[in-house]
């Protein structure tokens, strides 16, 4: 996730870009860039590090440009280097390019644009863009850039600067988001809303597939066949506060409701059109090395380490390879029984978790290969594993980790499935199958999203409860510690998770009349013990609310209240059933008045041990 920005009008470009830039760097803040249109050169000012390292780099320099384009970085495809950070440029410097997206088919682009002469400079896939542009410009912007959008597979929110035609800007948008601002003489592109808020209320929302044009004077929208679309006018009603979150209250539920478009954009490029090969090119191991794989160890800590737990379950069951997964800050201490055949995975949203890396260099100390699942590329643990996998979910800025848990899901589903494959522990049909389903369920989690009111009122109703517990058998246990985590750090409820056929064992003394019982149900396998131990807490007169696979309508007569997620592959349902436990979590912790994106005593990264 990137922040745009692009002007034309009455006054100089570069403030603008600088302070719109400003308020989109919640989106990325890896590296920073802007182009203007000096005396009719393009002048391309960019580098890698926070915008204000950018802004004191120009601070001694003056432009005059009335037009002209920004960017700030989140890395998806290349480090964040000078020469990655947007904008990019043609061969002839006569087309600067910022873009938000994945290019997928950037590759073989690459490669046709180069045996047609063309070079590039930086390992990043928007470059072959301007390089589009140069290709097959015909003196039209507009025309051009049409033409261009034709070859490209992928996701892309993108502005086109030209040298050849001052004054204009030529914008499209797919699957990125991209708006218009209309202004009294200047007209603004923008990744989103508090970019251009300062300067006008009054938008064009482009859909998916629209090209925009403008200039000063004019702003019009046209279909990927050119065609003229008449576009309503937006008028913004929210505060600059509240446009960073796209209008939610909190970055947590922003980041939340974000799922359906981390989920897509993590498995973008690593599923095949149709079979059931994954495409993982990250993890530069032979197929014998991980035919030799004996063993994997899984460490993380939080968040990161339930989502591990999940892993373990996966890999064990598609690829039948041992696997334990440790909390990091343990992993060194136990004396990991580590050999020649062991590969150790480390997952780390932010990358920088002390814990995570001290375990991640104590696995290399060993000699083992590592791969890191992590959010944040060229991180300390990106660095210093051998293979990233990353999770393309975009920033996440709440404190409690909600859309980087389910893109660490969908990633370690993808290895579990290239491991079981390359090992052909798993037939075709079910591999296809699986495979069919990961495309479905960014689909199925804007479905869950879409009615949030049964969650919402189970939450107002026992936001002030003392105790709260999660119970499940299997996967849905995995689920239940991250449910419970993500109560007890925003609402400061004591949350505890137990597996369902545990409680028996001790805790179900602590189940007393009215208490908040959280139950996953969504194994069918283990469903009906699951719905003993939902009898086992009523005799108790807890309250259970369970969440289930839609179709088990038993489950209502045990649980006082029965949320039903999209069917889905049973291994697979962990990224949906979270789902409202992130949403409950969040409206309890809303409801008892608390700081739900910085809760107390916690940071997003825990860069110490
Ligand atoms: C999760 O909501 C918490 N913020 C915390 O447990 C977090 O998952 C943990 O600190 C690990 O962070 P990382 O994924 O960045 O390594």
Redesign the pocket.
């Known amino acids: 996730m990137c922040g745009i920005i692009g002007y034309t009008g009455h006054r100089t470009a570069l403030s603008i870009l600088l302070s719109g830039l400003a308020r989109l760097e919640y989106r990325g803040y890896d590296s920073a860039g802007v182009a203007l249109l000096e005396n009719g050169r393009l002048c391309i000012r960019k580098q890698a590090g926070k915008l204000a390292g950018l802004r004191q780099k120009l601070e001694g320099e003056s432009y005059v440009g009335t037009t002209g384009i920004g960017h700030t970085r989140w890395a998806t495809h290349g480090r964040p280097t000078d020469l990655n950070a947007h904008p990019h440029i043609d061969c002839g410097g006569r087309f600067a390019v910022v873009h938000n997206g994945i290019i997928e088919n950037y590759l073989s682009l690459r490669e046709w644009l180069i045996s047609e002469g063309h070079v590039f400079k930086s390992e990043t896939d928007t470059e072959v863009l301007p390089h589009l542009f140069e290709h097959f410009y015909n003196g039209d912007m507009l025309e051009t850039v049409l033409k261009a959008i034709k070859k490209i597979d992928g996701s892309y929110a993108m502005v086109v600067l030209s040298a050849t035609e001052p004054g204009r800007l030529v914008a499209a948008r797919q699957d990125s988001p991209l708006i218009v601002g209309l202004g009294e003489g200047e007209n603004f592109f923008a990744s989103d809303i508090p970019a251009i808020l300062p300067y006008t209320r009054f938008t064009y929302i482009l859909a998916d597939g629209e090209v925009a044009d403008i200039t000063a004077e004019r702003a019009a929208v046209f279909n990927r066949s050119g065609q003229p679309v008449q576009k309503p006018v937006f008028e913004v009603k929210w505060e600059a506060a509240q446009a960073e979150k796209n209008g939610f209250a909190h970055f947590m539920l922003k980041e939340i409701h974000e799922q359906p478009r981390s989920l897509k954009d993590t498995l973008s490029g690593r599923l095949p059109a149709c079979g059931s090969g994954v495409m993982l090119k990250e993890i530069a191991m032979s197929a014998e090395e991980l035919k030799r794989i004996q063993k994997i160890f899984i460490t993380?800590?939080?968040?990161?380490?339930?989502a591990g737990l999940v892993g373990k379950y996966v890999i064990e069951r598609l690829a039948r390879i041992p696997v334990e997964v440790d909390i990091?800050s343990e992993f060194r201490y136990r004396h990991p029984i580590i050999d020649p055949h062991t590969l150790v995975i480390v997952?780390?949203?932010?990358?920088?978790?002390a814990?995570?890396l001290a375990a991640l260099r104590e696995a290399r100390r060993q000699g083992a290969p590592v791969i890191a699942i992590?959010?944040v590329v060229d991180s300390s643990?990106a660095r210093e594993a051998d293979h990233v996998l990353y999770t393309w979910a975009g920033p996440e800025i709440a404190?409690?980790?909600?859309k980087?848990?389910t893109a660490?899901l969908v990633v370690l589903y993808l290895l579990a499935l290239h491991l079981a494959n390359i090992r052909g522990k798993l037939a075709e049909k079910e591999s296809a199958e699986l495979i069919g389903e990961l495309k479905k369920l960014s689909d199925k989690a804007r479905v869950i999203l879409g009615d949030c009111r049964a969650v919402e009122s189970f939450a107002q109703t026992h936001a002030q409860c003392e105790d709260a517990f999660f119970i499940g058998r299997g996967l849905d246990y995995a689920v239940a510690l991250e449910g419970s985590?993500?109560l007890k750090?925003i609402s400061y409820i004591h949350a505890e998770a137990y597996a369902a056929g545990e409680l028996k064992h001790g805790t179900l003394a602590l189940i007393v009349e009215g208490v908040p019982v959280i139950t996953l149900a969504t194994q069918q396998n283990l469903f009906e013990k699951t719905l003993s131990n939902i009898k086992e807490v009523k005799a108790r007169d807890a309250t259970v609310f369970a969440l289930a696979m839609d179709g088990l309508r038993e489950i209502e007569k045990a649980a006082d209240r029965v949320l039903y997620i999209p069917p889905t592959h049973a291994l697979l349902a962990p990224v949906l059933s979270v789902i409202p436990l992130q949403l409950l979590a969040y409206h309890m912790a809303v409801a008892r008045g608390c700081d739900v994106d910085q809760p107390r005593n916690?940071?997003?990264?825990?860069t110490v041990e």
């Open positions: 993380a800590c939080g968040t990161a380490y339930h990091a997952i780390s949203q932010s990358g920088e978790t814990d995570s992590t959010n643990i404190v409690a980790s909600t980087a848990y660490q985590l993500k750090e916690l940071a997003k990264s825990v």
